[in-house]
């Protein structure tokens, strides 16, 4: 079955850029009906919707961050990125890479999740 | 502050039914369709409803979902122990901010 798992460092500087890639077993990235998403959470908070790209590379991108990150895709490699430029404190969160299923990207839903890892922004 | 609105914990006894809600407004839940994620301690979220009301494969009958005008419910019946969670609601909203939202979360505690 489709599996994703996040990879990347742990520990970023505060102003330095976050980066993260996911990697999809068990499936092909390039098949449509899914947006592959990146969402946060802040220790001991809800969830935040980052964004999403389809396979295409239509991105999509929380107003609040979109000055900030950067999703890509790479299918030759069946990965999707993330990057989150200028972190500070606030930006500590666990970061998970989920699967969006759906072909319209206002009526998706998470279906598949990654476990998740923990970024903390400190010096 | 979220822009949908859960109630931060509820509790009932095992066996019991119990019903989280999921309040938002016409740019989100009014006019799109609203999903519900399960959170267990230390795990990533788990897909329990889509589309309103629809249970993925795997997903007990014991959960359910529904949504009248701009609010959602999630409802969980027999409960057990392992309900213990956190739960979210999610949508999309159509606002000038166009984005995906989550409820702020609820606690189920099972007592």
């Known amino acids: 079955q489709v599996q994703l798992q996040e990879s990347g460092p742990g520990l970023v500087k505060p102003s330095q850029t976050l980066s993260l890639t996911c990697t999809v077993s068990?499936?092909?990235?390039?098949?449509?009906?899914?947006?592959w998403s990146w969402i946060r959470q802040h220790p001991g908070k809800g969830l935040e919707w980052i964004g999403y790209?389809?396979?295409?590379?239509?991105?999509y991108y929380n107003p609040s961050l979109k000055s900030r990150v950067t999703i890509s895709v790479d299918t030759s490699k069946n990965q999707f990125s993330l990057k989150l430029s200028s972190v500070t404190a606030a930006d500590t969160a666990v970061y998970y890479c989920a699967r969006a299923k759906g072909r319209i990207v206002t009526r998706v839903y998470f279906d598949l999740w990654g476990r998740g890892t923990l970024v903390t922004v400190s010096s | 502050q979220s822009v949908l609105t859960q109630p931060p914990s509820v509790s009932a006894a095992p066996g019991q039914k119990v019903t989280i809600s999921c309040s938002g407004s016409?740019?989100?839940?009014?006019?799109?369709?609203v999903s519900w994620y399960q959170q267990l301690p230390g795990t990533a979220p788990k897909l329990l409803i889509y589309d309103n009301n629809k249970r993925p494969s795997g997903i007990p009958d014991r959960f359910s979902g529904s949504k009248s005008g701009t609010s959602a419910t999630l409802g969980i019946t027999g409960l057990q122990t392992g309900d213990e969670a956190d739960y979210y609601c999610g949508t999309w909203d159509s606002s000038l901010s166009a984005n995906w939202v989550f409820g702020g979360g609820t606690k189920l505690t099972v007592l």
């Open positions: 068990g499936g092909s990235i390039s098949s449509g009906g899914y947006y």
């Open positions: 016409s740019s989100n839940i009014g006019n799109n369709y």
């Open positions: 790209i389809y396979y295409s590379g239509s991105t």
